[in-house]
């Protein structure tokens, strides 16, 4: 499978809210209501932030919000923070028990 | 607590081998998918594969067919990840990850494990 299409880099100033969008096929992000989302700071591995599209696990701030519409997903971040500084990436089942990630998107908190 | 500790890093010449563990503790080992993915220096995230602690089930990414093979061993709650024919574009960190039940995504991930590909 392809990888997700996600932008290279987006940034937002402290307390201002930004998107990620997260665009598939009818095959993947499409089909299924199984999309999730991963912030990674350097040198550490991967968080979950949001499953299944829009759930977010305990102790994610709620800042953090998921959202699909057609083949493309997309993660908010509300009151934009310092330590929300990290690369993001988006991942999708991709049926025949097989997941495809996004090429990651870096946000820099300006 | 719940974690997944790996194995240190590696270095191999091209053609070798690497076999990668994954060692879960604070759950119950059987209960949850494994999964393997891999981060090349600079570079995204790569799903390699998923196996069925319970059963050893397993599902490799088309693109590692043939040259991954994942196992486990329920006596000690670890999980293995074996890749061979090694090459140079096979230089990442390789991280084990647990997936949720039903949902394909991954709550808790090991360390990773740096893999180096050098003649």
């Known amino acids: 499978q392809s990888a997700l299409t996600q932008p290279a880099s987006v940034s937002g100033s402290p307390g201002q809210s930004i998107t990620i969008s997260c665009t598939g096929t009818?095959?993947?992000?499409?089909?299924?209501?199984?999309v999730s989302w991963y912030q990674q700071h350097p040198g550490k591995a991967p968080k979950l932030m949001i499953y299944?599209?829009?759930k977010r696990p305990s102790g994610v701030s709620n800042r953090f919000s998921g959202s699909k519409s057609g083949n493309t997903a997309s993660l908010t971040i509300s009151g934009l923070q310092a330590e929300d500084e990290a690369d993001y990436y988006c991942?999708?089942?991709?049926?025949?028990?097989?997941?495809?990630f996004g090429g990651g998107t870096k946000l820099t908190v300006l | 607590q719940v974690q997944l500790v790996q194995s240190g890093a590696e270095v191999k010449k091209p053609g070798a081998s690497v076999k990668v563990s994954c060692k879960a503790s604070?759950?119950?080992?059987?209960?949850?998918?494994m999964h393997w993915v891999r981060q090349a220096p600079g570079q995204g995230l790569e799903w390699m594969g998923i196996?069925?602690?319970?059963?050893?089930?397993?599902s490799y990414a088309q693109k590692f067919q043939g040259r991954v093979t994942m196992t486990r061993d329920t006596s000690t709650s670890t999980v293995y990840m074996e890749l061979s024919s090694l090459r140079s574009e096979d230089t990442a960190v390789y991280y084990c990850?647990?997936?949720?039940?039903?949902?394909?995504?991954?709550?808790?991930w090991g360390q990773g494990t740096m893999v180096t590909v050098s003649s």
């Open positions: 991942c999708s089942y991709a049926g025949s028990s097989s997941v495809v």
């Open positions: 009818s095959s993947d992000v499409g089909s299924y209501n199984l």
């Open positions: 196996i069925n602690p319970s059963g050893g089930s397993t």
């Open positions: 990850a647990r997936g949720t039940l039903l949902s394909w995504a991954f709550d808790i």
């Open positions: 604070g759950y119950t080992f059987t209960s949850y998918y």
């Open positions: 299944e599209v829009s």
